[in-house]
């Protein structure tokens, strides 16, 4: 990687360097020594990002969650129906897994708005059951962002449809209509985002949407050609998977991007996104970006200045009840800086100007198989709640 890596004397944890070998892809696995003092002492705390280098544990930043929200904006990864009191997240996403959930549980408060879209009488009245059921689906999909909105201090991400992934005037048509169905409920356009797939035609429809003043969130992405692309577009945010980069890795070989990261003794997942970040604040282009898929402490310790992180309970909840002592003088060091990322070297290849066919020819083969995963997997959502919709419609009591 090409920030530095804290001394012993200076870092929370003192490091000691593994090596993990599956697959083709060998890279360095740090494992840290932690001081756990179990004393719970503050509450979910505000989160914020600091432009500061280092950040002291002292009696206002008590907890190493504390410490990690000083650098980075953290955005749990929770079930809102079990935690949304407990880690209480600054923004959401409403997508078709949320709604198979609100789907599965009758008591949420999240039900009424899927009833109330089912009971739609705009809706009701299409004769084409294809366009009555997209619209349906569309009614969902922005009440549930509405009752979120009201939840969260920051922005709802709206997924779009991944069957639309290849279809750049599908993805623009369908953004047209959520957004119209948001202002009818006066959500103001700068609290929305919309999450698009990372494919050609999905960046390229984030750029017009961008150009729009429409913010768009680029998702699946796998590869720096991905994110290099949708810096170029305008994309407002741009979602990298951490984990899943590294689980392919492990299990593969033959991506040069990839195999690049490994001879660095580099995780390449983290290598990504601190590719991407450099990119972004080398160059100036005003894209934030998000690392998803972390798997542990490691990877946000590995992270701190990235825009955002996307964590799972159980490590958040680990970072709460990690407590250092007063007379311990450790110190969060930021390891993604707008400095370092002027000092980062880029290939000419890397430099280029992306169009459909370089795009093309550049995403090596995780990427692409990696993408084609994450649409299955959302496109079989969508068909499942389109399935359960037409079993349960019209609702009860409508």
């Known amino acids: 990687m090409s920030v530095s890596l804290p001394s012993s004397s200076s870092a929370l944890f003192t490091s000691s360097r593994q090596f993990l070998q ?41 907890t190493e969650l504390d410490a990690v929200s000083s650098f980075s904006e953290i955005v749990p990864d929770t079930v809102i129906f079990d935690d949304f009191q407990k880690f ?25 708005a899927v009833e109330t879209a089912l009971a739609d009488s705009e809706c009701y009245g299409q004769e084409d059951p294809k366009a009555r059921m997209s619209c349906f689906y569309n009614k969902a999909l922005v009440n549930v962002g509405s009752d979120l909105l009201k939840l969260v201090p920051g922005r709802v991400s709206t997924e779009v449809d991944a069957r639309l992934a290849y279809d ?43 150009s729009e003043g429409i913010q768009t969130h680029l998702t699946f992405v796998y590869s720096f050609p991905q994110a290099a692309a949708a810096a170029q577009a305008g994309t407002s945010v ?7 980069i590294r ?32 990119y972004i604040h080398k160059y100036g282009y005003k894209s934030k970006l998000m690392a998803a898929a972390v798997r542990n402490k490691q990877d946000l310790f590995s992270l701190l200045g990235v825009d955002y992180m996307i964590a799972p309970l159980k490590i958040l909840q680990s970072l709460k ?60 959502q969508t068909k499942r709640v389109e399935e359960f919709f037409g079993k349960i419609w019209p609702p009860p009591n409508v």
């Open 238 to 244: 741009i979602q990298i998977f951490v984990g899943r």
């Open 168 to 210: 750049t005037h599908g993805i623009l048509r369908k953004v047209h209509d959520l957004l119209k169905l948001y202002y009818e409920k006066e959500v103001p356009l700068e609290r929305l985002l919309f999450k698009i797939p990372s494919t050609w035609q999905g960046i390229e429809a984030s750029r017009l949407l961008e």
């Open 247 to 278: 689980d392919w890795a492990r299990n593969h070989s033959g991506d040069p991007e990839i195999e690049a990261a490994c001879r660095r003794g580099e995780d390449p997942g983290l290598a990504l996104v601190t590719k991407a970040y450099n």
């Open 88 to 112: 209480p997240p600054t923004a959401a996403t409403v997508s078709s897994s949320l709604l198979l959930g609100i789907c599965g549980l009758p008591d949420t408060i999240f039900r009424s």
């Open 321 to 380: 009840e990690s407590i250092t002592s007063p007379e311990e003088k450790y110190t969060f060091v930021r390891r993604l800086t707008p400095e370092s990322a002027a000092t980062f070297k880029f290939s000419e290849e890397e430099l280029v100007k992306w169009d459909q066919l370089s795009f093309a020819s550049a995403i090596g083969p995780a990427a692409e198989e990696l993408l084609a995963t994450g649409l299955g997997g959302y496109a079989n």
């Open 22 to 62: 599956e697959g083709s892809c060998r890279f360095a696995v740090r494992s840290e020594t932690l001081n756990f003092l179990y004393k719970l002492q503050r509450s979910f705390p505000q989160i914020r990002a600091s432009t500061g280098n280092a950040s002291p544990l002292e009696t206002g930043l008590s």
